[in-house]
């Protein structure tokens, strides 16, 4: 089947989808977005965490095919989700990510990389997208707070204590910005 | 500053370069880690690629009748389909150590999730379904699952006719590998002990659960042979074993590292890596494998589960007096890393004390259980989580408080091992003791600091909402561990670097290149301060792990920033006397210090000891680039005597201390983690933000294994219950806790900078000290973990 | 495999008549698993996502209809005054990202023993509205499961609502999971009182082949508080009948020994459960008769 949606703001097109193929799927190896990663396909470990709608889910458990029309956010477009959000209004049309130095990331990428909370990096991109999702929604939160908002996402090298602090620093600058 | 423990390394070349060894620069993968566009080995596609997918045996033991291919071939869109008739050449094993383990089961399989055929196709679903048309039949046979089964005088042989060199020592061949210790008169020197304990723990089987699943793609050559990009922990040790089955020399299999999603020894021994290969190879196409979480649990090796008995004694004084032990680790169906796990557990089996009169035997056994070989903390883990539930009871026994217990026994540097072997660098056991019981107490009822209302997220249960208080009891527990660092037992553990320096742009740069598997430890991190520290330039590069440069040895052992970072430390000094020569060469006339003086690479420029400029690098390197690839190894280590475990076997030690305090729901047997304090001697901490990140990591999966990770086999047919994440948990952010890190930096001064490996110790007393803190709270004994609620409320 | 994607109820309906088999996916939060497992190879998934008014819900007078794929972060944070237990229940529902996509209709579709809202709609009260072609009715939720991961549906029905009934006193629900959070319940207890009826419904999950009440337990304890005048006077319930309570509800169990926890360990904690839920809610209970009658 074909399926029709926009990813970052770009209008993609699926062909030739089989019916019980994942987002995550479709995503990683349909439109070489391959950052939403594959761990455990069960909704059990938050890797491949996109915002839906604006909402964040596990991708692999929405079929390819019920994304048709709708809107997704992966972690290859946060850093521009996140400046449009700052800059407050939606920009026409979103443009390739790029790679390596001058690359300009979210606030929540940022601290991520500062506060040492990236080790092998899997469990990553789910974080980011859920962390960011988290401060939109609370722009303070408590370390009980942070906790709860990322209980979906399973990360096995950190023991998590840097991501607290990568969270937390992430709020703190935004705090400041404003 | 000298202390009685030991003094930190004095560093001259590079002390002043920013972005040098000491301190926390960043991550060179970060930007792409975080902005997901860094490629890990799932993450690789090729144009017209295929995809592969493994058949894998639905029961744990059996004899294979026959195998029909024929409807799978039949299927649209299947390119291949293989077994073991179709493997090209006479070698159809592969081994780390042993070369037991069939590519493709032949005859026989011999544990649940065995692979048994494979297929390529033009899609995962083709794929899938073509693996489910492949009819086999089995003939399925007993199962031998426990010491008890296999040890049996007429126990079916898990491998007939074994020829490999353990074979010849062991009393029975479904015995991997048997490792005696024994020193100093355990029968004399028990008669001095007051006080004797005896307990027998069990070891659950745990899983790495790392999040990357295995996965690669291998590309055919033009020339014939293969490119395989692959997430591993040693390219050229799975290039040594994949080669021959392809019947390949080894220039023509290429492997390049791709982004690994961690490792924790589950990627030391070869998953989809021969399949991957065979299936290019036979369809000229690209072919790509992935695995699901469910055949991940099947994919790889776990951590023995072992049984673990032991008697120690002590005088009335808390001296210990001897020890005794047995500790049978379950090796499953194939050896993998079974004979070196056998040697860590036997020769670190009591711990970091000092007992002169012991007695221990290791060994692993074979089974049709799942093969279990490397995981952090590699046979230590196991012994820790046992003697320290001894030093416990016999502190409780003598009437001691359970840390000066540990202190008043506690090893210190110039200790006899067990093994015979003298600790000749700092072992700060007390002091780590210490300075984890001095660390505040985190406050009583946090759930209360909010308001009124219980938080249940800082409650037993969590979210679950199972109390607001009631039943809940607060245990505190300590645990400290000993752990070798690197490869032991006369293993020839050498890593090489390639190291460049030449003018890019400008300015210079330095270029490093090693087979190191960066598995997220942060070794990339370190080889560019190496870098910068030994050359004093700003910019280094570093080219991607492959196998055309030599090997660097195992990511595993706490070894990389040792070994492999000690091969860049060498390769740069050698490097920089080139430079220097070369300097000398070009400017030696214009100053007397370039002869004279001791001269050091700075800033980009070449300065004496006194700070004088003599020259920019820029102006030496002009028109010239140097390069050095070179070996090194540190100390050569022996092996132990087979009969008394004797032997200079470890070429380094490392220790951490845990305090843990819990919160137990008694009534439920809900267990919640309050904090685990840690305090760990790391030598010399090249990343200070790496290192207390391997520390935390470690100490979580130490807390799995504590309180809920654990591979659960069917003891009537050896079959795994619960191969999923769903069912095999691993702790989540609600179940960590805060984790406060106290490092200690005492030089070993036969390792480069001092520094000591970190990332296994901490995964060690961590599990103990949660179990004690857990005993603490409930007063029961609990010999096993992981403690299961059933096991705290007696049901 | 076929992927229907009906834009309405009636086009759902229309499909699933047409196609008795197709498997309904809306949250996807279980069909998908089986699928990426190959546990599961539908001939049709018959996606919901479309049908816009499952994700609705209403608050009437009595009862509040909630659409059956209205997911569960919408129940835990927008109807914690109409459905506290359900909104507990909701709460410990895997993860966030799993509560953003998953609803009541999966739980009930599913009819899995360790679905998590179960008990809380059990304790509450609650008719499932379910429609085919042919019409629609209402199924008592009492008779609703009929065997392990078995409903009361036809072939060719679909959840559309659940009816539940609006808490008229205090609720509670716990689960047991060997995890702090994102855990499968080992076992899993609702409770709600119902001072309007004066009456006490329990729901317990996990912890037999279906989600059941202990019935005996309900009625153990409605006389007792009936009898002491509990209801009115407020009193702190006596330790012997909370004791009582918890043993006739472990006794409700007809647990298994799993990977997950023993039989009975499950008898254990559902009793512990029982007790800890009584008291959460009379408590809470008295709390607000106190000001109540301070008010009056």
Not at chain 2, 37 to 47: G, L, V
Request: hydrophobic share 40%; net charge negative; with cysteine.
């Amino acid at each position: 089947m074909r399926v029709n949606f926009t990813v970052n703001g770009r209008p993609q097109e699926a062909d030739d989808v089989w019916e019980g193929e994942s987002l995550l799927y479709v995503l990683r190896e349909r439109l070489g977005l391959p950052g939403s990663k594959n761990a455990c396909e069960q909704g059990e470990c938050g890797s491949c965490t996109v915002r839906l709608d604006g909402v964040p889910v596990c991708s692999c458990l929405v079929a390819a095919g019920q994304v048709e029309g709708r809107e997704v956010v992966t972690v290859e477009g946060l850093a521009d989700y996140a400046k449009q959000r700052s800059c407050g209004h939606q920009a026409p049309e979103g443009h390739d990510s790029h790679t390596g130095e001058g690359t300009e990331l979210s606030p929540v990428q940022q601290a991520f990389i500062d506060a040492g909370a990236v080790q092998c990096g899997f469990c990553t991109p789910g974080l980011l997208v859920a962390a960011d999702e988290m401060l939109e929604r609370n722009p303070n939160p408590s370390d009980a707070d942070i906790r709860e908002a990322l209980s979906g996402n399973l990360c096995r090298c950190t023991g998590y204590e840097k991501i607290m602090d990568a969270v937390r620093l992430a709020a703190a600058r935004q705090g400041e910005a404003v | 500053m000298s202390s009685p423990n030991g003094t930190p390394t004095k560093i001259t070349q590079g002390s002043k370069t920013k972005g040098g060894i000491g301190e926390s620069t960043l991550r060179p993968d970060g930007t792409l880690k975080v902005t997901g566009e860094f490629a890990y080995s799932s993450d690789m596609w090729h144009e017209d690629m295929l995809w592969g997918q493994i058949l894998r045996s639905p029961v744990a033991h059996a004899e294979i009748v026959s195998i029909d291919t024929s409807e799978a071939l039949a299927l649209p869109g299947v390119y291949a389909v293989m077994t073991y008739d179709d493997l090209p050449t006479a070698v159809k094993n592969y081994g780390l150590e042993i070369q037991d383990t069939p590519v493709l089961a032949h005859g026989k399989v011999r544990h649940h999730g065995e692979p048994v055929a494979i297929v390529a196709a033009d899609h995962p679903e083709t794929a899938r379904r073509a693996a489910a048309k492949i009819k086999v039949e089995y003939r399925e046979l007993p199962v031998i699952t426990d010491e008890a089964s296999a040890t049996a005088p007429d126990a079916i042989l898990v491998h007939e006719g074994r020829d490999d060199h353990h074979v010849g020592h062991v009393p029975h061949p479904n015995i991997v590998h048997r490792q005696p210790i024994i020193r100093g008169d355990v029968q004399e020197a028990s008669k001095k002990a007051d006080f004797v304990i005896k307990g027998e723990y069990t070891f659950g089987m745990q899983d790495q659960a790392f999040l990357g699943p295995e996965s690669g793609l291998a590309v055919p050559d033009e020339d014939g042979g293969v490119h395989l990009y692959i997430a591993t922990q040693w390219l050229h040790s799975d290039l040594r074993q994949i080669a021959p089955v392809l019947g390949l020399p080894e220039r023509k299999v290429r492997m390049t590292l791709s982004g690994v999603g961690g490792a924790f020894g589950g990627r030391e021994d070869l998953s989809m890596q021969i399949h991957a290969c065979l299936l290019a190879l036979r369809t000229g196409k690209p072919v790509k494998i992935v695995y699901n979480r469910f055949e991940s649990f099947f994919g790889h090796v776990h951590r023995h589960p072992a049984k673990l008995y032991y008697e120690h004694g002590a005088t009335r004084e808390g001296k210990l007096t001897h020890v005794k032990c047995r500790i049978v680790l379950d090796g499953g169906a194939y050896a993998s890393a079974s004979p070196a796990v056998v040697g860590n557990a036997a020769s670190l089996g009591i711990g970091p004390y000092v007992v002169d009169d012991v007695e221990i035997e290791a060994l692993a056994l074979y089974t049709n259980n799942p093969p279990c070989g490397a995981m952090r903390g590699f046979g230590a883990v196991q012994a820790c989580f046992a003697y320290e539930a001894q030093m416990d009871k016999l502190a409780d026994a003598v009437g001691m408080d359970r840390v000066e217990f540990r202190q008043l026994n506690a090893m210190e540097q110039g200790t006899i091992m067990p093994t015979g072997q003298p600790v000749d660098s700092p072992a700060p056991v007390a002091e780590l003791l210490r300075r984890v019981k001095a660390m505040p107490l985190p406050p009583e009822q946090q759930w209360l600091a909010a308001g009124e209302e219980a938080d249940v997220r800082q409650l037993p249960g969590g979210l679950s909402n199972t109390t607001h208080g009631e039943g809940v009891v607060r245990g505190v527990g300590y645990a400290v561990g000993i752990k070798n660092v690197g490869f032991s037992e006369g293993f020839d553990d050498y890593s090489t670097a390639k190291v460049r320096m030449e003018v890019v742009g400008g300015e210079p740069v330095a270029t490093v290149h090693t087979a190191m598997a960066e598995v997220g430890q942060g070794g990339v991190t370190v080889h560019a301060q190496i870098a910068r520290t030994e050359l004093g330039v700003a910019q280094v590069t570093i080219r991607p792990a492959d196998t055309q440069v030599g090997s660097a040895g195992s990511t595993s052992a706490s070894r990389q920033t040792y070994v492999t970072g000690g091969a860049v430390k060498n390769s740069c000094e050698l490097v920089r006397e080139k430079v220097l020569e070369l300097g000398r060469r070009k400017f030696g006339s214009y100053h007397p210090a370039w002869a004279t003086a001791e001269l050091l690479l700075e800033g980009g420029k070449v300065v004496t000891d006194g700070g004088e400029v003599l020259a920019d690098l820029v102006d030496v390197l002009e028109g010239e680039s140097v390069e050095v690839e070179a070996e090194w190894r540190h100390r050569p280590t022996e092996p132990f005597d087979l009969r008394t475990g004797q032997g200079f076997g470890h070429v380094q030690y490392s220790f951490a201390a845990h305090r843990a305090v819990v919160e137990v729901d008694t009534e439920l047997g809900l267990v919640k983690v309050i904090e685990l304090a840690c305090a760990q001697d790391v030598g010399k901490a090249l990343n200070p933000l790496s290192v207390i990140g391997q520390i935390q990591g470690g100490t979580t999966q130490g807390l799995g294994v504590a309180v809920m990770e654990e591979i659960i086999v069917d003891p009537k047919t050896a079959k795994v219950r619960n191969p999923s994440f769903t069912d095999y948990l691993i702790p989540t952010i609600l179940d960590t806790p805060t984790i406060p890190v106290d490092m200690l930096e005492l030089a070993d001064d036969h390792a480069p900078y001092g520094l000591r490996g970190v990332g296994e110790a901490p995964t060690l007393s961590s599990t103990p000290a949660v179990l004690a803190a857990i005993r603490n709270a409930t007063g029961l004994e609990l010999n096993r973990t992981p403690v299961r609620p059933e096991h705290l409320t007696g049901t | 495999m076929d992927f229907l994607r009906p834009a309405s109820w009636e086009e759902a309906l229309a499909a699933k008549a047409e196609h008795p088999t197709a498997v309904p996916i809306a949250g996807g939060t279980d069909v998908m698993v089986e699928i990426n497992f190959d546990h599961r190879r539908p001939e049709y998934l018959l996606d919901l996502n479309r049908v816009g008014d499952l994700t609705e819900w209403e608050v009437g007078e009595d009862t509040v209809r909630l659409g059956a794929s209205v997911p569960y972060t919408r129940i835990m944070e927008d109807l914690r005054g109409e459905l506290p237990g359900l909104a507990l229940a909701s709460h410990t529902v895997a993860s966030p990202q799993i509560r953003n996509r998953g609803g009541v209709g999966g739980n009930l579709g599913t009819a899995s023993p360790a679905g998590d809202a179960h008990p809380a709609l059990l304790a509450a009260g609650a008719e499932v509205e379910v429609e085919s072609v042919r019409g629609s009715r209402l199924i008592p939720i009492d008779a609703f499961y009929t065997g392990v991961k078995r409903n009361a549906l036809a072939a060719d029905e679909l959840i559309r609502a659940v009816h539940i009934k609006k808490a008229d006193g205090p609720q509670q629900f716990s689960k047991v999971g060997t995890r702090n959070a994102m855990v499968i319940a080992v076992c899993a207890f609702g409770l709600a009182l119902h001072p309007e009826t004066r009456t006490v419904r329990t729901g317990i999950g996990s912890a037999a082949p279906t989600p059941v009440r202990a019935k005996t337990a309900e009625e153990f304890l409605n006389a007792a508080l009936e009898e002491g005048g509990f209801w009115d006077n407020g009193k702190i319930i006596t330790p012997s009948v909370a004791k009582q309570f918890a043993d006739l509800c472990a006794a409700a169990c007809n647990p298994i020994d799993d990977v997950r926890g023993t039989a009975s360990y499950r008898r254990h904690a559902v009793g512990i459960m029982a007790r800890r839920t009584l008291t959460w809610t009379w408590e809470s209970y008295r709390g607000t008769a106190a000001t109540t009658e301070g008010a009056a």
